[in-house]
T-cell receptor, first 115, second 111 residues
């Protein structure tokens, strides 16, 4: 299994440009997440999905959009990039939570700089 | 008040030292607890779950104190390879599960 894969690894955008960060998992996990991590800070949840066709906002959704047409893929769309969106973006997935051990598996991250 | 708080450190310790990290959480609906490890410029990875009875994995021991709402991680006989950021993670049952990540505690182990 490849686990969670993300593309691209790095990207530089100009203010006002748009792009899609790709995330794919091959573990047949229902739950998928997008986080951003600013330097020296914890992970902040942008959007999450509990299954194909279902998405919901997290803590910091403004400026982003997501879709979940398949179990495997959970792309994150940035419209009108702003310098405040400079961050490292992590995609994660896990099985449906059961209250017990429920590890989130993370992709390697996408480092985005908006200039 | 943050839902999950950690001392950001950094903790600078020599090889072989014992080091302990604490984490406090504020939501009494918190149900499950974890420590993740994040190496520099890498993704977080699960280090261990934390149980009320305490649990040990080699040199690592995790403890949970529900009454005081804190969890701890003890690392014995520190190795250079233990240098990383340790994230405290809490799952809260609010009808659906919400996962909160602490900002992390940085550890540097020196030769």
């Amino acid at each position: 299994n490849a686990g969670v894969t993300q593309t691209p690894k790095f990207r530089i955008l100009k203010i006002g440009q748009s792009m899609t960060l790709q995330c794919t998992q091959d573990m047949n996990h229902n739950y998928m997440y997008w986080y951003r991590q600013d330097p020296g800070m914890g992970l902040k949840l942008i959007y999450y999905s509990v299954g194909a066709g279902i998405t919901d906002k997290g803590e910091v959704p403004n400026g982003y959009n997501v879709s979940r047409s398949t179990t495997e893929d959970f792309p994150l769309r940035l419209e009108l990039a702003a310098p405040s969106q400079t961050s490292v973006y992590f995609c994660a997935s896990r099985k449906s939570p059961s209250g017990g051990v429920n590890e989130q598996f993370f992709g390697p991250g996408t480092r985005l700089t908006v200039l | 008040r943050k839902e999950v708080e950690q001392d950001p450190g950094p903790f600078n310790v020599p090889e072989g030292a014992t080091v302990a990290f604490n984490c406090t959480y504020s939501n009494s609906a918190s149900q499950s607890f974890f420590w993740y490890r994040q190496d520099c410029r890498k993704e977080p990875k699960l280090l261990m779950s934390v149980y009320s009875s305490g649990n040990e994995d080699g040199r690592f021991t995790a403890q949970l104190n529900r009454a005081s709402q804190y969890i701890s991680l003890l690392i014995r006989d520190s190795k250079l390879s233990d240098s990383a950021t340790y994230l405290c993670v809490v799952n809260i049952n609010t009808g659906g599960f919400k996962t909160i990540f602490g900002a992390g505690t940085r550890l540097f182990v020196k030769a």
